[in-house]
């Protein structure tokens, strides 16, 4: 049976059970730039000791565009699109001097370089990257998501309040694991998978997470970047996975997520949970991480 949300809880009852999370989200989520034209592009590294390079690209034209991303030999390939705001793309390959260059399509499948800027970065905390707002895990404060992941959390400790004394309910709060748990059960009891989804999508498809909480569905890719915003926005550094796994015999997106009280990151797959429990099967929180083979990880 699934359990009951409160979805319309009252601004002012939620400011008074709002709690401090493992850490502060305004001291986490780095800040974008404001773009200063219509028209150009830009590649900006000021927030890049929070793990994030912000990119500006809005043109006239429809070329297919593409941000490199390169540490030494590793590499990162993403789509590029036009955009009146600045978009923040994810440094997680370490420390090191960062190459990011803009691409534009010419024929077929050539590409031409059209912007290149490079940066030593050293990140203040290795885990600061995976708190970000970024292309593939979007999220904002003011989001339903968001504000939904707020309104679970403030009606857990609620509930966790209850029978102690009102004198002693100021102390109460929840732990990182109950914070976890509660976001992850929402996913998995409400987020059905789309099945036919997955035909009428194109290569510059990326999750929108209201758009997921709204439809109450979505495909491996929604389910990830649904369950790392929401676990962000509460200062849980979560990683969005791609891949391989027993779980799936096509390409593949789950999530990790950093337990800091044991100081180890875990594999969390929310797509196969959401199919076991809403058919009436055992699962468990914690994957075997030996059957899932991650390519990439944002």
Same mark, same amino acid.
């Given at each position: 049976?699934?359990?009951? /949300?409160?979805?319309?809880?009252?601004?002012?009852?939620?400011?008074?059970?709002?709690?401090?999370?493992?850490?502060?989200?305004?001291?986490?989520?780095?800040?974008?730039?404001?773009?200063?034209?219509?028209?150009?592009?830009?590649?900006?590294?000021?927030?890049?000791? *929070?793990?994030?390079?912000?990119?500006?690209?809005?043109?006239?034209?429809?070329?297919?565009?593409?941000?490199?991303?390169?540490?030494?030999?590793?590499? @990162?390939?993403?789509?590029?699109?036009?955009?009146?705001?600045?978009?923040? @793309?994810?440094?997680?390959?370490?420390?090191?001097?960062?190459? /990011?260059?803009?691409?534009?399509?010419?024929?077929?499948?050539?590409?031409?370089?059209?912007?290149?800027?490079?940066?030593?970065?050293? &990140?203040? *905390?290795?885990? *600061?990257?995976?708190?970000?707002?970024?292309?593939?895990?979007?999220?904002?404060?003011?989001?339903?998501?968001?504000?939904? &992941? *707020?309104?679970?959390?403030?009606?857990?400790?609620? %509930?966790?309040?209850?029978?102690?004394?009102?004198?002693?309910?100021?102390?109460? &709060?929840?732990?990182?694991?109950?914070?976890?748990?509660?976001?992850?059960?929402?996913?998995?009891?409400?987020?059905?998978?789309?099945?036919?989804?997955?035909?009428?999508?194109?290569?510059?498809?990326?999750?929108?997470?209201?758009?997921?909480?709204?439809?109450?569905?979505?495909?491996?890719?929604?389910?990830?970047?649904?369950?790392?915003?929401?676990?962000?926005?509460?200062?849980?550094?979560?990683?969005?996975?791609?891949?391989?796994?027993?779980?799936?015999?096509? @390409?593949?997106?789950?999530?990790?997520?950093?337990?800091?009280?044991?100081?180890?990151?875990?594999?969390?797959?929310?797509?196969?949970?959401?199919?076991?429990?809403?058919?009436?099967?055992?699962?468990?929180?914690?994957? %075997?991480? &030996?059957?899932?083979?991650?390519?990439?990880?944002?």
């Amino acid at each position: 049976m699934k359990r009951v /949300v409160h979805l319309f809880v009252s601004l002012a009852i939620i400011a008074g059970l709002m709690v401090p999370t493992a850490g502060a989200v305004t001291d986490n989520l780095a800040s974008k730039p404001v773009a200063k034209t219509l028209y150009g592009n830009d590649i900006n590294f000021d927030a890049a000791s *929070d793990g994030v390079v912000s990119i500006f690209y809005n043109s006239a034209q429809e070329n297919k565009m593409k941000l490199v991303v390169e540490l030494g030999k590793e590499k @990162y390939i993403y789509n590029l699109f036009n955009n009146e705001e600045y978009v923040n @793309y994810p440094l997680q390959l370490g420390d090191g001097t960062y190459k /990011v260059s803009i691409y534009q399509n010419t024929t077929g499948t050539k590409y031409k370089k059209v912007s290149s800027k490079s940066q030593y970065v050293v &990140a203040e *905390d290795e885990n *600061d990257v995976y708190l970000q707002s970024v292309l593939e895990i979007n999220w904002e404060l003011e989001d339903d998501s968001i504000q939904l &992941a *707020d309104e679970l959390i403030a009606s857990a400790l609620e %509930v966790k309040k209850e029978g102690i004394a009102i004198e002693d309910q100021q102390t109460v &709060a929840l732990s990182e694991e109950e914070i976890i748990n509660e976001l992850y059960l929402y996913v998995i009891e409400n987020i059905s998978y789309d099945y036919d989804k997955i035909n009428g999508l194109d290569y510059s498809y990326v999750p929108k997470n209201d758009n997921t909480l709204e439809d109450q569905a979505g495909i491996c890719y929604d389910y990830s970047s649904l369950l790392a915003s929401m676990l962000r926005s509460q200062g849980i550094p979560a990683k969005m996975a791609k891949g391989y796994a027993n779980t799936s015999s096509v @390409y593949h997106a789950w999530n990790e997520v950093y337990l800091s009280d044991e100081d180890r990151w875990v594999v969390v797959d929310t797509t196969y949970d959401a199919y076991m429990v809403q058919n009436g099967y055992a699962y468990t929180f914690e994957k %075997v991480s &030996a059957n899932y083979n991650k390519v990439k990880e944002f």
